[in-house]
């Protein structure tokens, strides 16, 4: 790893890229590996199901944290709960506890480029050096190379530099490839 960078990665996407399944292939390939992986997830709902339905399932413990309140066919509003998105952040609190291989983190967005969802949670994961990988959209890039410093990596959606970045900060000789 350059001395120039933290050790914290964000898969930089546009909707319909692939990015949370990505992520989760990432994730289950890692673990099934040895890895020790903590942090939160994007699970889809089913196929054609409301925004409201989808969640942050937990990778240790499969609970699944349901941050979205359906406000209703015609309503524009962000349908973001920031009740529920406190227990998803309280729940990936402790993920650095004990210096796991990687944590991820589901999304860098709105919430924390304001300061608030899991904007705690990243700052101490970055302080205890602890892997990260997480998603941000086109739109955060500017706010998450402030937070970052402008040391933290930005990666395509794509399989195999997923896998490199992977490579250089977790633990030598386990992280395994990741289909495309």
């Known amino acids: 790893m350059d ?6 990665a964000a ?12 992520m989760r292939a990432f994730v289950e390939r890692q673990s099934h590996a040895g890895l020790d992986v903590r942090g939160l997830v994007t699970e889809p709902g089913a196929v054609g ?15 699944i944290f349901h941050i ?15 009740f529920r998105l406190a227990a998803a952040s309280a729940a990936l ?12 983190v589901s999304r860098y967005g709105r919430q924390e480029a304001g300061g608030g969802g899991f ?7 970055m302080a205890e050096g602890v892997p990260v990988l997480t998603i941000v959209a086109g739109e955060f890039l500017e706010d998450w190379r ?12 794509d399989a195999d530099r997923l896998h490199a970045w992977g ?14």
Do not use: Y
């Open 119 to 125: 904007a705690a949670e990243f700052l101490a994961l």
């Open 49 to 63: 199901a409301p925004r409201s339905r989808r969640g942050l399932r937990d990778v240790r413990t499969g609970e």
């Open 146 to 157: 402030r937070f970052t410093g402008g040391l933290g990596v930005e990666l395509p959606v």
């Open 68 to 82: 979205f309140q359906d406000l209703g066919a015609g309503s524009q509003a962000c349908c973001l709960d920031v």
């Open 93 to 104: 609190r402790p993920a650095g506890d004990g210096r796991p291989d990687l944590v991820v």
């Open 3 to 8: 001395t120039a960078e933290l050790p914290i």
């Open 11 to 22: 898969l930089v996407h546009e909707h319909g890229d692939g990015a949370d399944a990505l």
């Open 167 to 180: 490579a250089r900060v977790c633990r030598a000789g386990v992280i395994v490839g990741v289909a495309g």
